[in-house]
């Protein structure tokens, strides 16, 4: 009988072949309720290091789901180095851009708090559950590093001449963001997004002056934070990222790694 | 005095030096009760056709507003000729994707009815009021067409040859869609999205077998679909629209157009 894949899992312990795994709760009930696993169902597995596992359901309990690991789907991959540098806007549009920002492949989220910032507070717990969920959704092996909310003085001040900061920059200043990420190599960069009510002008001396800072136009209108991050990371990872591979569904299809008889079993 | 614009409003109605005219309710409701303003107060009106206008609050009633409308800010400006045909989603993110699509440009929103299509009807009243209210905020001096769902069929049967159909596919046949598009000459463009169950085989073919039709990747990992929207709108925007134009608060304030005294006052 051809099986398919029910869910795509991100956990948290190594993964090898033969090793048991009990899912947390959340990820229990999605299997449990959410998608009427039974034992004997096939899951994909990832933890962001050992790389994409074929696992079965082999205990299903009434809030339980015990999982033994089988064998390697795809070595470890992980989404380029590129960060995504934002000052935190209200909850449901933090939860929207940081989903989208992880499907586009981000791999670190710096909120940063601005002299404009109206939002300090971050809800570090719920950012965590939406780049794993987006994880999970989109394919990719691995969850972004999340860090807590610090001050743009204080990033800025730690910043390293080799990860280049492409600067949003409302002002005009900058060259359309796709020619200048066209002509640039390939290596560590990050997004820098500023508030709702833009950087003061001591902030944006302070980024001006960074010598890894590329100013860049996100063309006439003007945009919402959430916009402009994800027109910016779209562009950075197209030319600076993995924007030349194919999708992964297309590669896992040619890599073929039948599940059980079935070969156009997709990962998502 | 120096006075600020209180606000940027979309109006139906012809503006001309001296036109005198009512706000709706809605708009009305923002003046008064959100914007706290007053008689004298200055506001920016568009139509989508006769430019940008300075206005000024005449009488302010219970519920009403009336302005008077004085010179021309700035003449009509259209966003370029880029369309977005895209599978209806559920309301939030069909919300959040019109709003985006709008501020990055897009000059028309059809949805389209595909064979895994799960959504299938459309509030075409909340489309028009979310494509508005990021009109006003994002400083585009028009509201992109709306069309009323169609099928998939019926669109690509009636597609022109002349129309650029960038479709963001799933196979991974495509080239990287900022490859693609750098080397395309401008001119009328449409991007397509399909559902999240993707395109079905027969719909695929159609697509393909389409003169106009510019088969695009956006990378390897699986995107939701107002994410895949997004990301192939910022492509296509930079590349085939206006990407290479200054941010429109940068030319407002190059044409300094003071308002009463205040060369620094911003459109949105």
């Known amino acids: 009988m051809a099986k398919k894949i029910k869910a795509r899992l991100f956990v948290e312990v190594p993964l090898a072949a033969g090793t048991a795994l ?3 709760e959340s990820q229990a009930h999605q299997l449990i309720h959410t998608l009427r696993s ?3 169902d096939a899951v994909s597995v990832f933890n962001g290091t050992d790389g994409e596992w074929l696992a079965h359901a082999t205990l299903i309990k009434k809030k339980q789901v015990q999982l033994s690991v089988e064998s390697m789907r795809a070595p470890q991959k992980n989404a380029p180095d590129i960060w995504l540098v934002f000052a935190p806007v209200k909850n449901e549009k933090i939860d929207f851009m940081v989903k989208r920002a992880v499907e586009l492949g981000v791999s670190a989220l710096l909120p940063v708090i601005t002299r404009h910032t109206i939002v300090s507070r971050v809800n570090m717990e719920r950012l965590y559950a939406n780049a794993i969920e987006a994880a999970e959704q989109c394919g990719r092996m691995d969850v972004p590093a999340l860090h807590e909310p610090q001050t743009l003085d204080r990033v800025l001040g730690a910043w390293s001449a080799s990860r280049m900061l492409i600067h949003a920059d409302e002002s005009g200043r900058g060259l359309p963001i796709h020619r200048a990420l066209a002509t640039q190599v390939r290596g560590p960069a990050a997004v820098l997004i ?3 009510g833009g950087f003061a002008g001591e ?3 302070m980024i001006a002056l960074l010598s ?3 100013p860049v136009s996100l063309g006439p209108r003007i945009l919402r934070a959430e916009t402009a991050a994800l027109a910016a990371l779209a562009h950075a990872q197209a030319w600076l990222g993995d924007g030349d591979e ?3 569904h297309a590669a896992f299809i040619a890599a ?3 599940i059980e008889g079935d070969p156009a079993t997709r990962a998502g």
């Open 22 to 24: 009990w899912l947390g």
């Open 38 to 40: 039974r034992e004997g």
């Open 194 to 196: 500023g508030p709702e």
């Open 203 to 205: 902030e944006r001396r």
């Open 212 to 214: 890894a800072t590329i």
């Open 246 to 248: 194919l999708p992964c």
């Open 256 to 258: 073929s790694l039948p």
